[in-house]
């Protein structure tokens, strides 16, 4: 399994994660808050509490890569190749503290990844280990990902026939009621 399959099977990438606690300047808040009336906010658990990332609209919390690694894998650097037409980019993230690092969670060119991989070391961010993404993580995630959409189309069956059963009961009471 490669980035480029899981992409295919609906898993998404470049989210906007957003950290409350950074947001400081006035013009990052103005655009921050221009950006969330386009985008789905979901919100998802962390040690420290629950954070919030943007999306558009259609993505739904089980289709999110970030999230997959950030569970199973915790705190780190990762990335992982991606060739499309015979050029070599890489995926990218990071994940410190139990939160995804923003602006990470994209495609970078090799040069770009070579610039951060040298500059880590001096960085916040020097204690965290690098991991290459191979074919057997993202088999791990792409399984993890079945699990979890298998989940959530129960509980939206459950919840469906749950309304369904309510309108119908409704009805008939309705029914009934006018009857007598």
Request: glycine share 4%; charged share 25%.
């Amino acid at each position: 399994m490669t980035l480029n399959e899981l992409l295919k099977n609906k898993l998404t990438i470049n989210g906007i994660w957003i950290d409350s606690y950074k947001v400081d300047e006035h013009r990052h808040r103005f655009w921050l808050e221009s950006t969330k009336k386009r985008y789905k906010k979901i919100r998802y658990q962390t040690q420290s509490g629950m954070k919030e990332v943007l999306f558009p609209r259609h993505v739904k919390v089980h289709e999110i890569l970030a999230l997959y690694i950030k569970g199973l894998y915790g705190d780190g650097f990762f990335y992982a190749p991606v060739t499309e037409n015979g050029i070599t980019n890489y995926y990218l993230i990071c994940i410190k503290d139990d939160c995804v690092i923003s602006p990470s969670d994209t495609i970078i060119t090799e040069s770009m990844l070579a610039y951060l991989l040298s500059e880590k070391e001096k960085s916040e961010y020097s204690s965290l280990n690098i991991t290459v993404i191979n074919n057997e993580i993202f088999n791990a995630i792409y399984e993890e990902y079945k699990n979890q959409g298998k989940k959530y189309r129960v509980k939206s069956l459950k919840i469906y026939t749950a309304i369904s059963v309510s309108v119908f009961l409704f009805t008939m009471f309705v029914f009934v009621f006018f009857l007598y």
